[in-house]
């Protein structure tokens, strides 16, 4: 059995009478992508901070690579890497003077491995680039980069791909898979449904508690209180009031041209589709697939 | 079918001889959600800017309610509503004080603007929050007070660029929320731009474009549907092994990693022979496949396909 990269049990922070993380219990395996889904002021930041010894805890515990958190914080920052939603970056220095000036931070001086950590991330004909030319997605690469140059094992990433686009968000996301097959385990907050689909597993966070932690499949199949079905009636707002009314209907959503319901599993098709019409024929009722942001809602809203 | 509400026709926007929208057509209704959907530098922003008068045409030509964006610009702006990525209050201002701004530079009178006033903050969920400094509101509220300041003036037709940048899921199913009731209530149209697939599929129409142009545009169902039994759900274990299994099958298009599954994308509609190919390939290896199954394509699916290869032949 590996040793877990991660483990957590009970862990808490208060700050004053306000508890921002409530006894949160998890572990994280080597070479697993692990996300941490939660809207703003949910504690993933502060379950983070927490992990990477910057704020003390303030009950249970935790080790990151079997150091104590509280304790051994100097050990985990030296075999951890951070990389954060606002890229620390400096817009006028190269991408090679960037790279260089945070492998001095940490006492990485060999050249050779500079330019192989170029390479990993894919800019390895990018040196002389000032970064403040470079398009977002390259710049999130280059801060990849600043944050595994000196190897660490497990890397934290806070949003690495908010406000990017499928294609540059997948091309991320293969380096990281790439990065995991050589070893690294990722550990990766988000509030952005699309990101939480490329994590093995997720955490679902909510007001400083973990709800549940499992593969977004599973999520789909057991976390979700019932089955999701699109209804399309005539009347769209008229359908969703008689909806939310509805016995063993658990959430209505509006999607644009159709509903979003969530049912208890003994609810029938038909049985939305007579509530949605008004008793009257013509409403299409199709079962759908449960989407993450379905059961966000479900254990979160 | 219905007059359109504003109808874009090869409008074209070059800065410094490169063209951001190039030749771009639209036609939004009343009552309908037209999401400008692609990556970064597609275009998004500048269609948006065009649409509203923000930026002079170069070529091409925009019609609001029978008006023309080019000679009657300011006409035209009383039926628009704005909200962009980094819209801006006076912090120090209450919401209501904010409001009235936006009420008077959008012309409304003394009598009107405070009746509406209360109705939209009602609408929003802002009611109680009148008295609240702007620059002390959440990030959902500010982006309430931002739609509100948008609708003030009872705009027909609503511009949304990329409107949820930034918050949580919470927020940004409220705010949908919001935006479907009022279009369904009111019958404004609105055009929204975002990289997000899950806001697209909440779109009555999609349009998605790449270097100034629309290559597609449909309804999100239809969008799906042009891929119909070419996208298998693979999963097993280890997963890059059999990503790189995949990948070197005939008649395999590309193949994309989630975090637990992989989604193959076939070059055509035959999932069965696909999977047996794949299943054939693995016998004998150390790589395990727990399932493969043709799926419902996501729009992300569409999204990479066309973002891929363009090789999508429209119906």
Redesign the interface.
């Known amino acids: 059995m590996p040793e877990p990269v991660i483990v957590t049990e009970g862990l808490t922070k208060r700050f004053g009478d306000f508890t921002a993380v409530d006894a949160v219990t998890f572990a994280v395996e080597a070479r697993e992508?692990v996300?941490y889904l939660?809207?703003?002021g949910?504690g993933k930041t502060t379950t983070i901070r927490m992990l990477l010894g910057l704020l003390r805890s303030s009950a249970g515990r935790a080790e990151v690579l079997g150091y104590d958190i509280d304790r051994e914080t100097e050990a985990i920052r030296q075999r951890v890497g951070y990389m954060s939603q606002k890229f620390a970056l400096y817009d006028d220095l190269t991408v090679w003077e960037n790279l260089t000036f945070y492998a001095g931070v940490y006492g990485v001086m060999e050249t050779g491995h500079l330019t192989d950590t170029l390479a990993r991330v894919g800019m390895g004909d990018l040196h002389r680039e000032r970064v403040a030319d470079l398009?977002?997605?390259w710049r999130q690469r280059l801060a990849l980069a600043t944050a595994i140059v000196h190897n660490p094992r497990l890397l934290f990433l806070d949003e690495p791909t908010?406000?990017?686009?499928?294609?540059?968000r997948?091309a991320f996301?293969?380096l990281i898979?790439e990065l995991v097959?050589s070893g690294i385990t990722a550990f990766v907050t988000t509030?952005?449904?699309?990101e939480a689909?490329?994590?093995?597993?997720?955490g679902i966070m909510r007001a400083g508690r973990l709800l549940a932690m499992d593969?977004?499949?599973a999520l789909k199949r057991e976390a979700l209180p019932g089955r999701a079905w699109d209804v399309r009636p005539a009347d769209?707002?008229a359908a969703l009031a008689a909806l939310e009314a509805a016995p063993g209907v658990q959430r209505v959503?509006?999607?644009?041209?159709h509903l979003r319901v969530i049912a208890a599993a003994d609810v029938e098709g038909a049985a939305l589709a007579k509530a949605a019409g008004d008793g009257r024929a013509g409403v299409e009722v199709t079962p759908a697939?449960p989407?993450l942001?379905d059961v966000?809602?479900a254990l979160?809203? | 079918m219905a007059e359109p509400l504003l109808q874009a026709r090869g409008i074209t926007k070059r800065f410094g001889g490169k063209a951001a929208v190039d030749g771009l057509d639209l036609a939004l209704f009343p009552g309908e959600?037209l999401g400008l959907v692609?990556?970064?530098?597609?275009g998004k922003t500048t269609a948006i800017r065009l649409l509203c008068g923000a930026l002079r045409l170069d070529e091409g030509e925009v019609t609001l309610m029978g008006l023309d964006l080019r000679r009657q610009v300011d006409r035209a702006r009383e039926h628009i509503g704005y909200l962009s990525q980094r819209f801006s209050f006076y912090e120090d201002l209450s919401v209501m004080e904010n409001l009235r701004f936006f009420a008077e530079i959008r012309g409304l009178s003394g009598v009107e603007w405070g009746p509406r006033a209360n109705e939209i903050l009602a609408f929003v969920g802002l009611a109680e929050f009148t008295e609240r400094r702007a620059g002390k509101l959440s990030?959902g509220m500010r982006q309430k007070l931002g739609l509100a300041s948008a609708l003030v003036h009872r705009p027909k037709l609503l511009l949304l660029d990329e409107p949820t940048?930034?918050?949580?899921?919470?927020?940004r199913?409220d705010f949908?929320?919001l935006i479907?009731?009022m279009v369904?209530?009111e019958g404004v149209g609105v055009i929204i731009s975002t990289?997000?697939?899950?806001e697209a599929?909440?779109?009555?129409r999609v349009a998605l474009l790449q270097n100034g142009r629309a290559v597609a545009e449909d309804?999100?169902e239809n969008l799906r549907r042009r891929l119909a039994g070419r996208i298998v759900e693979v999963?097993g274990a280890p997963?890059?092994a059999l990503r790189a299994a995949a990948a070197g099958l005939p008649g395999v298009a590309d193949v994309?990693?989630?975090?637990?599954?992989l989604h193959v994308r076939l070059a055509a509609a035959e999932p069965e022979t696909a999977i047996a190919a794949l299943r054939a390939v693995l016998a004998g290896t150390d790589i395990r496949l727990d399932d493969a199954r043709a799926?419902?394509p996501q729009l992300?699916d569409v999204?990479?396909a066309y973002?891929g290869r363009g090789e999508i032949q429209d119906a």
Do not use: K
């Open positions: 992508v996300g939660g809207p703003n949910s398009p977002v997605g908010s406000g990017v686009d499928p294609l540059a997948r996301w293969d898979y097959e509030h952005f449904m699309d689909e490329y994590c093995q597993r997720v593969a977004p499949s769209l707002l959503g509006l999607a644009g041209d697939e989407s942001e966000f809602l979160a809203g | 959600i692609g990556p970064d530098g597609a990030g940048g930034g918050v949580d899921p919470v927020t199913q949908w929320q479907i009731r369904r209530q990289p997000y697939m899950d599929t909440r779109c009555s309804t999100p999963r997963l890059a994309q990693a989630f975090g637990d599954r799926i419902a992300e999204f990479m973002a």
